[in-house]
């Protein structure tokens, strides 16, 4: 059976140019369908069974397999990597695709890529079909055809490309004997880490188990220290798990995140949680310099990412900061911020309407958070009927109890926060 290896990244990833996270194991998913639709066998690099480092059989897939995929998604500079390693080494059969919201950075204008688009973090039904099928035409037009894809061979037309005989000789010279593994596998990672997931966000009606996702993400973080999805994760975790007391979890999920240069990042997951981790210890102590820095945080994962999630807890810490301002006879200083969570209001309905538009076919929960962070806002503006129309959509969603509580619960807070902030103002 011939063979197709796709060049892509695991998991969850940022595009650092528009803050966007997409999940590529929902990308892969799809892609593998189209493969196998098309009559090869899909392999990405963390189903490889291997001892050591990937980097032998990476190279051998890049030489041996009938067909590379890769997927520049989040302008992956590992991807880009590879899909020149293969143009160098093949002459044809390889194809590019990429989720439609990439900017091309590299310098392949020439080069055709196949779109496909992520409602949120996953791919829709409709466009999940839509890809695979055009994905899986594309790879049988292009295995039936003997023509050269690879600008390497395209540009250098003296350049001869090995000999099947050559390459079969040169992988059996890189073959490395099997033997037992004592470091974790990249298989055994990735199975490590959607236990961990699961734990965090189990199905309904079961609970987190926040320690026992602490365990098998700090085991993940000893073999994979500059995976920031696993240290963003693993501080999650260790935040919400509140033990051994709520402020000493918080702490510790302060030193995780340090690894990931919070102050400086530009990735809006880390800053979300940065912004999370440091309200809490507000909450808890009540440091202004706690204040400060979880409203520094959101304030550039809102704008770096354009949000609900940053935008939402933006707004509700600068109004906290203006009543703590105001109170403080800092007249003009509780003005400017109150001005602002508005302006920051505004700008996140902005955003949340394509994502409403689009949001049909998201998992419930992400949808009914979409719907929720609008009733959120508009309450916020002291829009009311409008409010009252998002709070009844969300509510059509039939969420569990705890998330309309929890929305409900935040809504009261701002508007008590709002009523003490005009009668400080006033005063």
Avoid at 6 to 31: C, E, H, N, P, W
Wanted: aromatic fraction near 8%; proline fraction near 4%; include cysteine.
């Amino acid at each position: 059976m011939q063979t197709c290896f796709v060049v892509q990244g695991f998991g969850k990833k940022t595009d650092y140019s528009d803050g966007r996270v997409l999940d590529l194991d929902a990308s892969y998913a799809v892609i593998k369908e189209a493969v196998e639709a098309a009559g090869l066998k899909c392999i990405r690099a963390d189903e490889i069974q291997h001892s050591g480092t990937i980097d032998v059989p990476m190279y051998q897939q890049l030489l041996r397999a009938d067909l590379v995929i890769a997927d520049l998604s989040t302008s992956n500079v590992n991807a880009a990597f590879e899909l020149g390693v293969r143009y160098g080494l093949r002459p044809r059969a390889t194809i590019v695709v990429a989720e439609s919201g990439f900017k091309n950075p590299f310098d392949v204008s020439h080069i055709a890529i196949s779109s496909y688009k992520h409602l949120g973090e996953d791919i829709g039904r409709n466009e999940a079909r839509r890809f695979r099928d055009a994905l899986a035409e594309r790879i049988k037009a292009i295995l039936a055809q003997d023509n050269v894809d690879s600008p390497v061979y395209t540009f250098l037309h003296q350049l001869t490309p090995p000999s099947e005989a050559q390459i079969a000789a040169m992988a059996a010279a890189a073959a490395v004997p099997a033997a037992a593994a004592e470091a974790v596998d990249e298989l055994s990672q990735k199975r490590m880490l959607d236990k961990a997931l699961a734990k965090i966000n189990p199905p309904a009606g079961q609970k987190s188990d926040f320690m026992g996702a602490v365990s098998l993400l700090q085991m993940l973080h000893d073999d994979r220290p500059s995976d920031s999805f696993v240290v963003q994760q693993l501080a999650l975790a260790t935040y919400k798990s509140k033990l051994p007391t709520p402020q000493e979890a918080l702490q510790a999920a302060q030193q995780v995140l340090q690894s990931l240069a919070p102050a400086t990042t530009n990735d809006p997951e880390t800053l979300g949680l940065w912004g999370a981790v440091h309200k809490r210890l507000w909450e808890l102590d009540g440091r202004p310099e706690d204040l400060g820095t979880s409203i520094n945080a959101y304030s550039r994962g809102f704008y770096l990412k354009q949000d609900f999630y940053n935008g939402v807890n933006f707004a509700f810490l600068l109004e906290l900061r203006a009543l703590q301002s105001a109170r403080a006879g800092e007249r003009e200083e509780a003005i400017a911020d109150k001005v602002l969570a508005r302006r920051v209001r505004t700008e996140t309905l902005g955003y949340l309407a394509p994502q409403i538009a689009d949001a049909a076919e998201l998992p419930l929960d992400k949808r009914y958070w979409i719907i929720a962070s609008k009733w959120e806002a508009l309450a916020g503006l002291g829009r009311d009927a409008e409010a009252a129309q998002a709070e009844q959509a969300a509510r059509a969603l039939q969420p569990p109890g705890w998330m309309l509580d929890t929305t409900a619960e935040q809504i009261g807070r701002i508007r008590t926060q709002q009523a003490g902030l005009a009668q400080a103002l006033a005063g």
